[in-house]
């Protein structure tokens, strides 16, 4: 199965499951601009699910739309868990969602560096009941390969909050 195909797949389920315990997600995505939102909303009835998708490319966004704090973007960078999950957080508030996600790092092929290197990607999933953010690296791929194995682990972690947790 392609990666597209796996994405397609997941983003049917989360629509499904969110439909059934009557769930709302956002999501505040950087690096993945966007593909996490749109791979939702090409699900028919994800109208019934999803709530809000912002594409914070920059820090400007991040800070001024999503609340990150200058603190987080100067101390641990746009590029970190702690802004993924002040991402996360921020989206949820703002739209008042019962889950988000969240996407920022580094696709490449250009801005890597050795602290944060093509291939990394930091993601949050926010919920009222906390928020956790993890780093993963995806390594040396193409950029489009590295945004879509970020757009699928996002759906994974989605879909893993909504079955592990008292949601819905």
């Known amino acids: 199965m392609t990666i597209e195909a796996e994405i397609t797949a997941l983003a049917g389920e989360l629509?499904?499951?969110c439909t059934a315990r009557g769930l709302?997600?956002?999501t505040a995505e950087s690096c993945t601009g966007g593909l996490v939102s749109?791979?939702?909303?090409?699900v028919s009835g994800s109208s019934a699910v999803i709530e809000l998708?912002?594409?914070s490319y920059?820090?400007?966004i991040k800070h001024g739309v999503l609340g990150v704090s200058s603190d987080i973007l100067e101390k641990y960078t746009e590029y970190s868990?702690?802004?993924a999950e002040a991402m996360a957080d921020g989206v949820r508030r703002l739209s008042g969602a019962d889950l988000a996600v969240s996407t920022t790092g580094v696709a490449g092929p250009t801005g890597g560096t050795p602290d944060h290197p093509v291939g990394e990607v930091?993601?949050?999933v926010s919920t009222a009941h906390g928020c956790h953010g993890t780093r993963f690296l995806f390594g040396q791929h193409d950029r489009q390969t590295i945004r879509m194995m970020a757009v699928k682990k996002a759906l994974e972690l989605l879909l893993e909050e909504i079955k592990n947790s008292s949601l819905g």
């Open 122 to 124: 930091c993601m949050a």
């Open 24 to 26: 709302k997600v956002s």
């Open 38 to 42: 749109g791979a939702v909303t090409a």
């Open 15 to 17: 629509v499904k499951e």
């Open 58 to 60: 920059s820090n400007r």
């Open 81 to 83: 868990v702690q802004c």
């Open 53 to 55: 998708g912002v594409c």
